[in-house]
C-alpha cells in the first residue's frame, strides 16, 4: 500500500514510501546464490513477457517489435562469465598435483615424459553436461596446418646442419637437433634421417595422416577419471619405444579442455594450467599468452622448501614478468602457493623457526619412549634366553620321561628292570633303539599332560642295560627296578615337567605383554612424532606465508621506488612510501598446501607410506582451504552480473508497466496545455542531452591528459637513452663468453626464432632486452593512469551524469506537480530514475573493462614491434653458412641495430599510442551508445507518463497497441510474485470455488503482486475509481478461469483489424487498466 508524501513538496523531487516488492528486496542481496536463482527466476519471465508480444508481431502497428528487442538484449545480459585462473610454475613445482588435489581426483591432468616445454595448455572447467555417461568430458584442440608449416620450418632450420644433412648431433636430446628430430620423429615414425632430409616441411604438412588431425578437436567422454587419464595420456604423452610406428600427437596439440564435476569449479572458476610462454610452439606460446592477459587470477606454485629461500614471491618468476602485473594491474589478484609442505626435517626446521625450547618436553618424552623400547628389548632378549634354557631342560626330561615309560613297559611286561646308568656288569650290556609302540604313544596322547607349548620335541634313545636272553653269563650287578620305584620317578618327571611348562608360559606371556608395550611407546612416540612434525609444518607454513607476503610487497616497492627515482631523482624521497605496503602484503592470498598428504588422508595413493605423516586433518593439507579459495574468486564477478541483469529487468519492467498502464485516454489536458507541457519537456531533453554531451567530452578529453602525462610523456623521455643504448646491448649477444656472450649455437638459434629462445643456459629474448631501456620506466606511469586516474575519469562522468538525470527530472515534473495531477506516474518515473542510476554505474563498469582489455594488449605489443623491425636483421644471420658466418652475423646484427635504433622504439611507442587512442575513441563511443540509449527511454517514458505518448503526434492509439496494452497489464503485475519462491513458498493454487468467493469478498482487494492506491491517496478531483475494478483484479491475479474464458473469445488479428479502429475494444476480455496499478517500485530515488 503506498504512502504519498504532500504533493505541495513535490517540486524538488519527492521521495516515496512504497511496499517493497520481492525483486527490489533481491537487487539488495549479497548472497551470490540468491542472485543468481533470481537470475534464473527473471529468464523465465522474460520469456513470460516475451510470448504474448510476439502474437501481436504480425500486426505491424504495435510497439512489440521495440519490447521484443529490449527483451533479448537483456536476455544476453543473463549469460554468466567465466573467471579464469592461470596456475604458473616452474619444472617441478607440482602444479599438476596441486591442480589434481584442488580438482578432488587423484590424478587428472595429462603429463608428457618428454620435456616440460611441449606441455599444452591445459583448461579445467565444470562439467555441466547432465548425461551419465560423461560425467568426465575432454577436448583436444590441434593447431591448424599454417602453425604446423611455421614449426617445421623451425624444426628443420635446426635438424639440418650446412650441408642439408641430419645433424650429428640429433642424437643428444638436449640439444636444438635432438629436440627437433624427436618432435619430428613422434609425428612421422616411419621417417628415417635421410628420407627427413629429403623432404620439404610443405611435403610433410600435406601428407594424409597428419592433415587429418591438423585444425580438427578431438572429444572425449568418459565416466572416470582415470579412464579419462588413460585416454589423454595417449595424445598427449610421448613414448620411449614406439615399434608400432604410430604417429604421436603432442607436437600437434594446441590446447586441451577438461571438464570435470569438481566442486572447486562450480561456482564458475576456469583453471588453466600453463607451461609458460617460451614454448618452441609459436601457436602454444600465443595460447599461453593470451590466456595470461585473460586471466582475472594468477595462481603462482613454488615448493616451499625453495620458495622462501630463492624469493620467488619477490621476483615472480623474473622482473618482466612483475613488470607485467604492474602493466595490467593485476598483482592484486595474484595467489601464492607454497607446495610440497610435506618435505621437511623436523630438526631442521625446529632449529631454524626457533621451536627447540618449546618441542623439548616431547624430544624429553620421546628419549625416554625410546629408552623403554630398548629396555624391554634387552628384557626380552633375556626372556628368550631363558626360554632357550628352558626348552633345553625340557628336552632333558623328556628323554628321562621316555627312558623310564619303557622300563615301566618292561616291567608290565614281566621282564626284569634296572635304573638307567647303573654300573654295567663286565660282560657289558647290548644297547637297542627305543621305539614307539602303539601302546606306548596311546598311554602318552592319553597322558593329562600337553607338551605342545614346546616349539621342538625329540626321541631319544633309551639305553638300558638288561639281561639279554640269550646273553652274556654273567650276573647283572646293577639293583633292580620295582613298579613303585618307577611310578614315583615317572610321577616325579611328570611334575618336573608340570613346572618347566608353567614357567614356559609366564616367560611367553612376558615376551607378549613386553612386545604390546613396546607397541604402546612406539604409537606414542609416533603420535609425537605426528605432532612435532605437526607443529613444524605448521611453524615453517607461518613463517613462509609471512616472509612471501612481505618479499612480495618489497618487490612491489622496488619496482616503484625505481620508477620513482628516475622519474624525478631530485624530489625522490626512499623514506617516504609511495603507497601502503603492509596492505600490499596483507591483501595476498598464500596457501601453504600438501597435495600428497590431501591424497592420503581422503584414502588415495594407498601406495604410498607415510606421506600424511604430520598432518593431523584434512585442513592441515590446506588444500580445502584454496578449493574454498577457487569457489570465492568467482563471487564478486556473478554478484556484479547477476545484480546487473536484475536492475536491468526492474528498469524495463518499470518502462513497460508505465507503458501498459497508459490507454491514450488518461490525460485531462486541453490539447493546448498538451501541446505546452510538450514543449517544455522537449526543450528539457534538449537541454539533458547537451550537458551530457558536455560531461562526455570532458571526460574524454580528461582521459586524453592523463594518458598524456603518465604514458606518452615517457616515451619521449626514454627513447634516446634506449636508442644509445641498443647498439651496446647487440654487442653484447656476441662478446665472449666470459663476458656474457652467446655460444655460436645459441646465437643463431635466438635468431631463427626472431629473438626468443628458451635454451639450456635459460630463456633469451633479444627485442625484450632492446626496449628493456624503456619498458622499466613506463609501470609506474601507467599503473597510475590505468588503475587510478582513467577510472576516476569514468567515475567522474558517471556522477555528472547522475546529477544532470536528476536535475531533468526536478525539471521535467515540475508541472506536473504543481497540476497535482498524475502523481503515480511521477512516481514511477522518480523510481525508474534510480534504476538509470545502477545502470550508469554498471555502464561505467563495462567502460573500466574495456579499458583494462585494450590496454593489456597494448601492453604487449612493444616487443612485437620491435620483433617486426628486427626481423630482417634475424633472416640475415640465419642463412648465414660456412667460415666466418659468426662473424658476420655479429656484424649484421650491429649494423641493424645501430641504423634502427631510434626508429624501432619509435615505431612501437607509436604503435601502443594508436591503439591507446583507439582505446579512448571505443569508450568515448561506448558512452555515447549508453547517453542515446538512456535519452531515448528517458524521453519515452517521460512523454508517455506527462502527456501522453502519442501527444507529439495528436492521434489516439491504434486499436491493436490499446489491446497489446491491456494484455500485457495483468502480465506485468504479476512478475514479481514469481521471485516469492525466493524467500518462501510459493501459496497453494485457489480453487475456481476460492477464486469465485473472492470476487464476492469486498475485504478482498489486493491481488499478489498488485498495489492498490488508497482512497486518501488519490487527488482530490480526480474522475479515477478509488480502486480497481474487481474483473480487473482478477485479471492481475492472473486468474485461470478468466484466461480461458479470454482464450475462447480471443479474436485474429485479421478480425481485429477488420472491426476497424473505431470499435470499442474487447480488450481480449480485459479490462483496460489504468496507471495506478504496476509493480512495487523500490521507493529510493537518485
Not at 545480459?77 to 588435489?101: C, D, E, F, Y
Not at 564477478?637 to 536491468?648: E, Q, T
Request: charged share 30%; with cysteine.
Amino acid at each position: 500500500m503506498a504512502e504519498v508524501s504532500n504533493p505541495a513538496d513535490a517540486g524538488t523531487l519527492p521521495r516515496q514510501t512504497v511496499d517493497a516488492g520481492y525483486l527490489q528486496r533481491l537487487i539488495k542481496e549479497t548472497a551470490t546464490e540468491r542472485l543468481e536463482a533470481g537470475v534464473a527466476v527473471g529468464v523465465k519471465q522474460l520469456e513470460v513477457l516475451k510470448a504474448p508480444l510476439v502474437e501481436f508481431l504480425p500486426a505491424g502497428t504495435t510497439q512489440a517489435p521495440q519490447w521484443i528487442k529490449s527483451i533479448e538484449e537483456l536476455e544476453r545480459l543473463s549469460k554468466p562469465t567465466r573467471t579464469i585462473v592461470g596456475v604458473v610454475g616452474n619444472t617441478g613445482a607440482g602444479k599438476s598435483s596441486v591442480i589434481s588435489a584442488v580438482l578432488d581426483e587423484e590424478r587428472l591432468l595429462p603429463t608428457n615424459c618428454m620435456r616440460a616445454c611441449t606441455a599444452s595448455p591445459t583448461e579445467i572447467s565444470y562439467n555441466y553436461s547432465d548425461d551419465p555417461n560423461e560425467l568426465y568430458r575432454a577436448e583436444v584442440d590441434f593447431i591448424i596446418a599454417e602453425d604446423w608449416l611455421k614449426d617445421l620450418r623451425s624444426l628443420f632450420s635446426d635438424l639440418l646442419d650446412g650441408n642439408g644433412e641430419v645433424s650429428r648431433e640429433c642424437t643428444n636430446q638436449d640439444s636444438d637437433a635432438g629436440v627437433a628430430y624427436a618432435k619430428i620423429r613422434a609425428v612421422y615414425p616411419s621417417k628415417t634421417k635421410e628420407s627427413m632430409a629429403l623432404s620439404t616441411p610443405e611435403d610433410m604438412v600435406r601428407e594424409a595422416a597428419v592433415a587429418r588431425v591438423l585444425g580438427t578437436t578431438k572429444k572425449l567422454r568418459t565416466t572416470t577419471s582415470a579412464a579419462l587419464y588413460r585416454q589423454l595420456q595417449e595424445y598427449v604423452d610421448s613414448r620411449e619405444k614406439n615399434t608400432e610406428k604410430r604417429i604421436e600427437y603432442w607436437p600437434l596439440i594446441k590446447v586441451v579442455r577438461i571438464y570435470t564435476k569438481a566442486s572447486a569449479l562450480s561456482t564458475g572458476a576456469c583453471l588453466v594450467d600453463l607451461p609458460g610462454v617460451q614454448d618452441s610452439n609459436a601457436a602454444r606460446a600465443a595460447v599461453a599468452a593470451n590466456y595470461m592477459k585473460a586471466c582475472t587470477g594468477l595462481w603462482i606454485v613454488a615448493p616451499i622448501t625453495r620458495a622462501v629461500d630463492d624469493k620467488t614471491a619477490k621476483s615472480l618468476l623474473g622482473d618482466s614478468f612483475r613488470r607485467q602485473l604492474k602493466y595490467d594491474g593485476t598483482y592484486s589478484a595474484v595467489t601464492f602457493i607454497c607446495s610440497k609442505t610435506d618435505d621437511i626435517s623436523e630438526t631442521e626446521a625446529a632449529d631454524s623457526l626457533g621451536l627447540t625450547e618449546d618441542l623439548a618436553p616431547s624430544w624429553r618424552t620421546i628419549d625416554e619412549l625410546e629408552d623403554k623400547v630398548e629396555d624391554f628389548k634387552r628384557q626380552i632378549k633375556e626372556l628368550k634366553d631363558e626360554k632357550s634354557a628352558c626348552q633345553e631342560l625340557t628336552e632333558k626330561v623328556n628323554e628321562a620321561w621316555d627312558q623310564w615309560w619303557e622300563l615301566k613297559e618292561e616291567l608290565d611286561e614281566g621282564k626284569t628292570v634296572y635304573a638307567p646308568g647303573s654300573p654295567s656288569s663286565p660282560g657289558g650290556k647290548r644297547k637297542r633303539q627305543v621305539t614307539d609302540s602303539p601302546a606306548r604313544r596311546r598311554k602318552r596322547q592319553s597322558s593329562d599332560f600337553d607338551d605342545s607349548d614346546f616349539s621342538t620335541s625329540e626321541a631319544s634313545d633309551g639305553d638300558s642295560d638288561k639281561e639279554n636272553a640269550g646273553g652274556s653269563q654273567e650276573e647283572d650287578t646293577r639293583p633292580v627296578l620295582t613298579k613303585e620305584e618307577i611310578d614315583e620317578k615317572i610321577e616325579s618327571l611328570k611334575e618336573e615337567k608340570k613346572d618347566l611348562r608353567e614357567r614356559k608360559k609366564g616367560i611367553e606371556e612376558k615376551d607378549r605383554a613386553m612386545r604390546a608395550q613396546i607397541k604402546e611407546c612406539n604409537a606414542e612416540k609416533e603420535a609425537l612424532m605426528d605432532e612435532i612434525r605437526n607443529i613444524c609444518i605448521q611453524g615453517r607454513n607461518e613463517y613462509s606465508r609471512g616472509a612471501i607476503k612481505q618479499d612480495f610487497a618489497m618487490g612491489i616497492k622496488e619496482l616503484d621506488q625505481e620508477n620513482a627515482a628516475e622519474e624525478d631523482e631530485d624530489n625522490f624521497d626512499p623514506d617516504v612510501d609511495i603507497r601502503d605496503y603492509d596492505a600490499v602484503a596483507q591483501s595476498l592470498p598464500v596457501f601453504c598446501v600438501s597435495s600428497r598428504a590431501f591424497q592420503k588422508l581422503s584414502g588415495r595413493l594407498q601406495r604410498d607410506r607415510n606421506s600424511s605423516s604430520g598432518f593431523l586433518s584434512l585442513e592441515d593439507t590446506e588444500i580445502p582451504q584454496l578449493q574454498a579459495h577457487a569457489r570465492k574468486l568467482t563471487e564478486a564477478g556473478r554478484a556484479a552480473n547477476a545484480r546487473r541483469f536484475l536492475n536491468s529487468l526492474v528498469q524495463l519492467l518499470n518502462s513497460m508497466t508505465m507503458w501498459a498502464t497508459n490507454d491514450g485516454t488518461r490525460s485531462s489536458m486541453t490539447d493546448k496545455e498538451k501541446r505546452a507541457e510538450e514543449t517544455n519537456i522537449r526543450a528539457q531533453l534538449n537541454k539533458l542531452e547537451q550537458d551530457l554531451d558536455t560531461a562526455l567530452q570532458k571526460c574524454y578529453a580528461d582521459m586524453g591528459r592523463q594518458l598524456y602525462e603518465n604514458v606518452y610523456a615517457n616515451f619521449d623521455k626514454y627513447i634516446p637513452a634506449a636508442a644509445a643504448l641498443a647498439s651496446q646491448t647487440a654487442t653484447g649477444w656476441g662478446a665472449p663468453r666470459d663476458m656474457g656472450g652467446l655460444l655460436w649455437a645459441t646465437y643463431k638459434a635466438t635468431c631463427r626464432r626472431y629473438g626468443v629462445y628458451a635454451g639450456a643456459a635459460g630463456p633469451k629474448d633479444f627485442n625484450s632486452e632492446l626496449f628493456n631501456p624503456i619498458s622499466r620506466q613506463l609501470p609506474s606511469g601507467w599503473e597510475r593512469a590505468f588503475q587510478r586516474r582513467l577510472p576516476d575519469s569514468l567515475n567522474a562522468f558517471v556522477a555528472r551524469f547522475k546529477a544532470v538525470l536528476k536535475e531533468f527530472h526536478t525539471a521535467a515534473v515540475k508541472r506536473a506537480v504543481d497540476r497535482g495531477s498524475d502523481y503515480h506516474g511521477v512516481n514511477m518515473l522518480g523510481q525508474q530514475l534510480e534504476t538509470h542510476g545502477h545502470g550508469l554505474v554498471d555502464i561505467a563498469n563495462q567502460a573500466v573493462a574495456t579499458m583494462q582489455e585494450r590496454q593489456r594488449d597494448a601492453s604487449r605489443s612493444f616487443t612485437p614491434t620491435v620483433q617486426e623491425v628486427m626481423r630482417p636483421a634475424y633472416d640475415g644471420c640465419t642463412e648465414e653458412r660456412g667460415p666466418g658466418s659468426f662473424k658476420r652475423m655479429k656484424a649484421i646484427m650491429i649494423d641493424h641495430v645501430t641504423r634502427n635504433q631510434e626508429a624501432m622504439f619509435r615505431t612501437a611507442t607509436g604503435h601502443v599510442q594508436e591503439a591507446l587512442d583507439a582505446m579512448c575513441k571505443e569508450i568515448r563511443q561506448q558512452l555515447e551508445d549508453c547517453i542515446a540509449e538512456k535519452h531515448s527511454a528517458i524521453m519515452q517514458d517521460y512523454l508517455a507518463v506527462l502527456i501522453g505518448a502519442e501527444a507529439a503526434e495528436h492521434k489516439g492509439l491504434p486499436r491493436l497497441e490499446r489491446m497489446l496494452r491491456a494484455e500485457m497489464v495483468p502480465i506485468l503485475a504479476g512478475i514479481d510474485e514469481a521471485f516469492r519462491v525466493l524467500y518462501e513458498k510459493p501459496p497453494a493454487k485457489p480453487e475456481p470455488a476460492q477464486l469465485e468467493a473472492a470476487k464476492q469478498d469486498p475485504a478482498v482487494s489486493d491481488a499478489p503482486g498488485i498495489m492498490s492506491i488508497k482512497n486518501e491517496d488519490v487527488q482530490e478531483g480526480s474522475s479515477r475509481p478509488d480502486t480497481p475494478s474487481e474483473e480487473m483484479q482478477d485479471a492481475a491475479a492472473g486468474s485461470p478461469f478468466e484466461e480461458e474464458q479470454v482464450e475462447d473469445k480471443k479474436p485474429s488479428l485479421e478480425e481485429l483489424e477488420q472491426q476497424g479502429s473505431s470499435s470499442a475494444p474487447s480488450n481480449h476480455g480485459v479490462p483496460v487498466a489504468d496507471d495506478r496499478t504496476f509493480i512495487k517500485p523500490e521507493p529510493e530515488v537518485c
